[in-house]
């Protein structure tokens, strides 16, 4: 018996070790700088016809540390960068809904604000459903969903004509499946950006 409790309580820590984490803590874990570290290992310099230098002038020993200040500054359309909440463009409902939940807010107002900003940008609304109902009506709720899309953003600065709505229903799973995860990421609208 006192082996076994000793078993329990050995395999117990050793699950907790396996659980803890090693260095840093995590409140900074979401937070950028402006300047970020980069280790240059200059181990291929021959073969890469470079001998030591970099293109700043300054010698790099064998290891060593460089900062490169603005490296997490994205320099492309704003669409495209992947810290922006334009990179979402997918906004999810619950089981026969198309009411818009208040976690997409954020999204909605930065592609709302990007379209007010650009007048002659076009976004199709593509609404989805999942396998659960009648086709007709699949279509007549994914067409409400996107709908719906179009009636926030536009209350929040886009324009009407910027707009094409089209629903898919059923149609066009992302995930094929019968369980409630496979449902949940095809009850969905896409916002597509025409031209982009």
């Known amino acids: 018996m006192k082996l076994f409790k000793l078993s329990a309580v050995l395999l117990t820590?050793?699950?907790l070790s396996g659980c803890s984490t090693f260095g840093g803590d995590k409140e900074g874990a979401g937070v950028t700088d402006e300047s970020s570290e980069v280790t240059v290992e200059d181990?291929?310099?021959e073969s890469s016809g470079i001998e030591g230098d970099n293109p700043s002038g300054t010698d790099l020993n064998d290891t060593e540390?460089?900062?490169i200040v603005g490296e997490d500054q994205y320099q492309g359309d704003e669409l495209d960068d992947p810290a922006s909440p334009l990179s979402n463009r997918v906004i999810y409902f619950e089981y026969?809904?198309?009411s818009v939940r208040e976690e997409d807010l954020?999204?909605?107002e930065a592609h709302a604000a990007y379209l007010g900003d650009n007048p002659n940008v076009t976004i199709r609304l593509e609404g989805h459903t999942d396998e659960r109902g009648a086709r007709e009506y699949n279509l007549a709720l994914g067409e409400r969903r996107a709908l719906s899309?179009?009636?926030?953003?536009?209350?929040?600065g886009a324009g009407i004509n910027q707009f094409e709505v089209?629903?898919?229903g059923e149609e066009r799973p992302v995930v094929e499946g019968f369980e409630e995860n496979s449902w949940q990421q095809n009850r969905r609208v896409e916002l597509i950006y025409i031209g982009h």
């Open 65 to 67: 540390t460089m900062v």
């Open 13 to 15: 820590l050793m699950w």
């Open 43 to 45: 181990r291929n310099a």
């Open 166 to 168: 089209t629903s898919f």
């Open 96 to 98: 026969d809904s198309s």
């Open 106 to 108: 954020v999204v909605l």
């Open 149 to 156: 899309i179009r009636q926030t953003l536009m209350l929040q």
